[in-house]
């Protein structure tokens, strides 16, 4: 018995989304007194899953769509307690599809460690995160998908065993051409965001935020409208009707707080709102806020930022 | 037109099995009052990100 989680990698490194995963199955197995088995493509890097918590790392050629991936996972859970899935673009198609053929149990938007184990209960974000449900997994097969950044990693000094093996799924389509983002950090796993909307008057004001994400480390991000009239690539448009974030740090520059837009972002853990509008409804969502231009205030705190950063 | 020809196929519900039950709903911890950060004192907003945010 066992609980199997799926390590998905990006160029040959693994996600941090993944290690998240591993650390999650690995307290989720503690409870249930188990191992862990990491499924993962990843044929160079996997023994650094053991550090998070794999006892067994098990590499097998991966299916190229999330349906695929499902019928192989199926494959190998005959044995298995409970599945767990990083709720990335790929894992959130997994995860119904692997329930389907395996009259399992999902939970999705997961933002806790199970709270008991028979039967296996969770805390998932409902309501655009505007509440918390408690559910029970009544299923045969337990599966969990967790929104990244909401559980944390906890690192071990663990290790274990890799082996291969041969499964096939089948894809029902044809990935034909594949577009990568162009954003240096990843959006949806990103531990920071830096996100702008019409306050900033043009597509050639960007410079600055991106300036900004820089200095920290941190992905760009926009409200809809911003892409909606293409000043910024419709894969950095958060919200409800785009990507969902939840990051540590978040930081809105001339963002009005739509209610749309705060149900993508109000699950970040910390939310700084730069706006000339005092009664912009972002400083009710806020942790900290300045009133004031963006385009006074941003070049100063990329300058405060530099100056801390070498400082420390 | 074509809508009105086509014939109608009616399927049975298909039964759920409960295979997930909502035990209870609760609204998140509400957030304290925005900090208001002057705009000249951007040194300010790093401090209270570093040392009591701790984001950065």
């Known amino acids: 018995m066992s609980v199997l989680v799926f390590v998905e990698d990006w160029n040959g490194s693994f996600k941090k989304a993944s290690f998240e995963a591993t650390s999650y199955a690995k307290r989720w197995a503690n409870m249930m007194n188990t191992q862990v088995v990491a499924v993962t493509s990843n044929s160079t890097t996997s023994s650094e899953l053991h550090a998070y918590g794999a006892d067994h790392v098990l590499q097998i050629t991966l299916a190229k769509t999330g349906m695929g991936i499902a019928e192989q996972l199926g494959q190998l859970c005959n044995d298995v307690q409970g599945v767990v899935i990083a709720g990335t673009a790929l894992g959130k198609t997994i995860g119904p599809a692997l329930a389907a053929l395996n009259n399992g149990s999902l939970s999705t938007n997961t933002i806790s460690l199970p709270l008991s184990i028979n039967p296996t209960e969770v805390k998932r974000g409902a309501f655009s995160s505007k509440g918390i449900e408690t559910i029970e997994l009544n299923g045969s097969l337990p599966i969990v998908s967790f929104v990244p950044n909401s559980i944390g990693i906890e690192e071990i000094e663990g290790e274990g065993e890799t082996n291969s093996k041969d499964i096939t799924g089948n894809d029902l389509m044809e990935i034909t051409e594949v577009n990568v983002a162009s954003g240096k950090v990843a959006l949806p796993e990103a531990e920071a965001v830096v996100s702008a909307g019409r306050g900033l008057k043009g597509p050639e004001n960007w410079g600055m935020i991106e300036e900004l994400a820089d200095v920290l480390g941190a992905a760009t991000a926009c409200s809809k409208p911003v892409s909606d009239i293409g000043w910024r690539p419709h894969s950095e448009h958060v919200g409800q009707t785009g990507i969902q974030v939840n990051p540590n740090l978040y930081i809105a520059i001339g963002i009005s707080g739509a209610i749309q837009h705060l149900a993508g972002v109000s699950a970040s853990k910390t939310i700084v709102v730069v706006n000339t509008d005092s009664e912009a409804p972002f400083f009710k969502a806020a942790d900290y806020g300045i009133v004031g231009d963006a385009f006074e205030v941003i070049p100063k705190l990329v300058d405060a930022l530099r100056a801390f950063k070498a400082a420390s | ?56």
């Not at chain 2, 009052?33 to 570093?50: I, S, T, Y």
Request: glycine content about 4%; charged content about 30%; proline content about 7%.
């Open chain 2, 1 to 56: 037109m074509s809508a009105r020809t086509k014939p109608l196929e009616l399927v049975e519900p298909s039964v759920n099995d409960g295979a997930t039950k909502a035990l209870h709903f609760e609204k998140p911890a509400p957030k304290a009052a925005v900090k208001m950060v002057d705009a000249g004192n951007v040194d300010e907003l790093v401090r209270l990100l570093h040392e009591e945010a701790k984001a950065i």
